[in-house]
């Protein structure tokens, strides 16, 4: 068959399209990040160190669900399959539960979920992918349990300090346990053939397992815990635990009760989140007055167990009569300070709903008005769902899906100061304002700050996977001069800043910045990517003896900032020294125990 020449400059025109398919700065366009025959569902996004992201999701395509991923760089551009990559295509049940999805500190992703490939009950399986879309442990992972008999959902894994993986999940046995698992970089189990299962009280029934990294290779486990039945629960009660790198309790061998008063409804998934110390925010709503009103509630816990809020957490709000619920939280190590955002509205009606938030102090004190700051007023029939937070230096950024008829959604985004005056112009942004039916929203944040939002979006048939990048300043499209922090420039060069606080003990926080450097893809075509260099970032002891590698990878072009945890460093002065091509830059800093 003869082609014509004008067919192959087609083809290739397509195809130099889909592969340079970038970040959109059009609210009404975004990006399709997998939008094919048969539905994309539940997508999870994690944030790579060079300023790019993993995305997962459940697929349809060719019937059954399937499990597909997608790497995108800094860019956006897709670095895999433009559909994404098959991980798994094992039997499916005909509906899906929870799953999760992480990074490693060399940029490997993990994503554990749950099938039938054994045949009985759901079990969870483990699959860790490099960047290259090579499956480090096997075309078929690993399999986390050895009971293909015992219904066991929702499984969640956070990769650990020290390069191994730990994962969580629900063993619904009678009653329902929690189970974990903690796989080495290899994909060899190491708490034994059987997971860990951590039993309640009596006929306690224990749900939905969270875990954050915390240090030395341990993680914090956070769980629910009830009597009675899911759809009536007694006696519910949140509880947290720290895990060693063995599996053993740390704190003690029973779990600290976070939350005891009683009054959640067994439907609710309370939440935790890391607070970038080794420490956790755990966050749920509850009726503890038994008025009718839902309270929004935080406790925030350090890696020794103390809570550092007040017993059974802090409340966003204390305005009676209204529902505040979905809330989600970001803290900023750079003040200590954490923040809370919910959507409110009327208890009695239920009609007018609107966004709110609240910032507390280090000690759980709420800072801004006892009824929080009303980001969007209660407005008749725009219910918002799926809020998502991320802290940035001392600023918070917000999105969610706001409701425009019964089944149709557009995306929505703020960022606010420690004032709670709203930044990009002082108005909410459209993230997505293409009319749709939108779900399951989610995000992760770059290092310099940029969100990457991804949701399930109908606009052209069953759902699609569709994102957003969105930059500090809220511009809309690839990282560019936006990743610069009001007031300041970017320099020519790298520049290292001092660190803060300096005296420190034992957590301090270092800045730095890579500059710009625009390129062309070729003598006529310019994409508006950015050059991106390796970097790296080590302290070292006053001797010059190596301590700590913060930052060993590429980044793109901005402000960074990173943590240095110096537990288990004696006191005294040391140096840290940023490195980037011939750049090389150090300053001092100085640990007080």
Not at 66 to 80: E, I, P, S, T, Y
Not at 137 to 161: D, H, M, R, Y
Not at 425 to 431: P, T, V
Not at 540 to 569: C, K, Y
Request: proline share 4%; hydrophobic share 35%.
């Amino acid at each position: 068959m003869r082609i014509s020449t004008l067919s192959l400059f087609l083809v290739a025109v397509v195809a130099a399209t889909s592969a340079f398919a970038q970040w959109s700065s059009d609210a009404n366009v975004n990006l399709a990040i997998a939008d094919t025959s048969g539905s994309q569902e539940l997508p999870k996004i994690v944030a790579t160190s060079d300023g790019g992201c993993y995305v997962s999701w459940f697929d349809t395509r060719g019937g059954g669900y399937k499990v597909f991923m997608q790497r995108l760089n800094a860019q956006g551009v897709k670095q895999w399959a433009s559909q994404g990559l098959l991980i798994s295509a094992n039997p499916q049940n005909t509906s899906t539960v929870d799953y999760d999805l992480a990074v490693d500190d060399s940029n490997n992703a993990v994503v554990v979920f749950t099938d039938i490939r054994n045949g009985g009950s759901i079990e969870p399986f483990a699959y860790r992918i490099s960047p290259n879309g090579d499956f480090r442990w096997g075309a078929n992972g690993v399999a986390l349990s050895t009971s293909s008999s015992t219904f066991q959902p929702n499984p969640k894994v956070v990769a650990t300090s020290d390069g191994s993986f730990v994962f969580a999940w629900i063993f619904s046995s009678t009653p329902r346990k929690i189970a974990m698992q903690r796989l080495n970089a290899a994909g060899v189990r190491q708490w034994g053939a059987d997971p860990i299962l951590w039993a309640g009280s009596g006929s306690e029934n224990l749900d939905y397992p969270n875990i954050v990294r915390s240090d030395n290779g341990s993680v914090l486990l956070s769980h629910s815990g009830y009597t009675g039945t899911f759809i009536s629960p007694s006696n519910y009660r949140i509880y947290a635990r720290k895990i060693s790198a063995a599996g053993a309790s740390v704190w003690n061998a029973n779990p600290d009760t976070v939350y005891g008063l009683g009054r959640v409804s067994g439907f609710f998934v309370p939440k935790m989140i890391p607070d970038g110390n080794n420490g956790a925010l755990c966050v749920w709503h509850d009726d503890r007055n038994s008025t009718g009103s839902s309270f929004s509630n935080v406790q925030r816990i350090t890696s020794t167990g103390t809570k550092l809020f007040p017993t059974n957490g802090s409340a966003g709000s204390t305005l009676s009569g209204r529902l505040h619920n979905d809330a989600w939280v970001a803290f900023t190590p750079m003040t200590g300070e954490t923040y809370m955002f919910w959507y409110e509205t009327d208890a009695a009606f239920q009609r007018d709903y609107g966004v709110y938030g609240q910032k507390f102090s280090p000690t759980g004190d709420r800072v801004w008005a006892d009824s929080g700051v009303a980001f969007k007023q209660l407005e008749r029939s725009t219910q918002p769902s799926f809020v998502r937070a991320y802290g940035k230096d001392s600023s918070a950024v917000v999105y969610y899906l706001q409701l425009v008829t019964g089944t149709t959604h557009v995306v929505k985004g703020f960022r606010t100061d420690r004032n709670g005056n709203m930044l990009w112009g002082g108005a909410i942004k459209d993230i997505s304002s293409l009319v749709s039916g939108k779900g399951r929203l989610t995000g992760a944040i770059t290092a310099a700050g940029a969100s990457l939002v991804v949701w399930a979006d109908k606009r052209l048939d069953d759902n699609g996977v569709y994102g957003q990048r969105v930059n500090l300043d809220g511009t809309l499209g690839n990282p560019g001069p936006s990743e610069v922090q009001p007031g300041e420039q970017l320099a020519l060069t790298p520049t290292l800043m001092q660190n803060y606080p300096n005296p420190f003990n034992p957590t301090t926080t270092i800045r730095f910045q890579i500059p710009n450097h625009k390129f062309q893809y070729g003598s006529d075509l310019e994409f508006g990517d950015w050059n991106l260099g390796f970097v790296t970032l080590k302290v070292f002891d006053i001797l010059g003896r190596e301590v700590a590698t913060l930052v060993n990878a590429v980044m793109e072009p901005g402000t960074h900032s990173v943590q240095w945890n110096a537990n288990g460093h004696a006191s005294g002065v040391y140096l840290y020294r940023l490195e980037s091509g011939s750049f090389v830059q150090t300053k001092k800093l100085l640990l007080l125990q």
